[in-house]
DNA sequence: GTCGTAATTGAAACTAGTTTTCAACTACGT
DNA sequence: ACGTAGTTGAAAACTAGTTTCAATTACGAC
């Protein structure tokens, strides 16, 4: 665990948003100063292994990441603030014995990624 | 509708599994010898604001592409062969009733991409 | 505290993937 | 057949991500 790395960690765990490797690296760089870009690519990686970190997958590309909690959960997005929240993914699993039946597959994993509008964009943004 | 265009499609409706471009522009080049790479970006950019083809998120990176029928569903991709098919999606619809509960947030949106062994693979592989 | 080793770092070079530019070409309605 | 707007492919430009390598750093053994 070397300073570098806390700058990159601490920057994701500030973070209310997803970010890209180069806002990520901008945000660390605040810590420590001569940070390079790819020690933040390594960074993530490691972290991604770890489970710590997420790649958020969105329409286009899929080029941001997050802070994740250790356990299953699911990202969910707000399309007006780009704030990002994690839930529980424990109902997702209950699907699966469904898309089994329908498909044949036997399902071994998933992933799910949600859009939505936060509570705080809800009360300040008018509702559709 | 030109013949590169119908070229990419019918390499697309033909595949068994989510391709790369790289893939599909060779697969393509059979029926339009010269073909361009570009074209095949083009043409996928055109078909995915139409609704046809989807793309496919993996771990790392988001390069696959697949056709998709019109309506809302999923893809389930197999992890042995890479065989990808779809399911409709309504019953994960039935979820953001009770996301929004647990998170706050208004669900606009989602997307779903699920990893398993097809039938075929099922029956040829060892069961786990 | 000092030493040694293995892992980590950052810069630069490199590769892969994707987009832009632009002149030539093609589909399609007139 | 003609005109026009949209499409094409090659090359160049650009962006994101990876590899290489010498210098640096963390950390356990002494």
């Keep these: 665990m070397t300073a570098p790395r806390r700058a990159v960690l601490r920057a994701l765990a500030r973070a209310q948003r997803p970010l890209s490797v180069e806002e990520l690296h901008e945000r660390a760089k605040a810590q420590h100063a001569r940070l390079g870009?790819?020690?933040?690519?390594?960074?993530?990686?490691?972290?991604?292994?770890?489970?710590?970190?997420?790649?958020?997958?969105?329409?286009?590309?899929?080029?941001?990441?997050?802070?994740s909690s250790p356990g299953h959960s699911h990202a969910i997005t707000c399309e007006r603030c780009d704030k990002s929240s994690e839930f529980n993914g424990d109902d997702v699993c209950l699907l699966t014995g469904a898309i089994e039946r329908k498909t044949g597959y036997r399902v071994s994993g998933h992933w799910l990624q949600l859009v939505g509008v936060c509570p705080s964009c809800r009360k300040s943004g008018a509702e559709r």
């Design 37 to 67: 870009l790819v020690t933040v690519y390594r960074t993530l990686q490691v972290l991604e292994e770890l489970g710590l970190v997420r790649r958020i997958h969105e329409q286009g590309a899929c080029r941001s990441f997050a802070a």
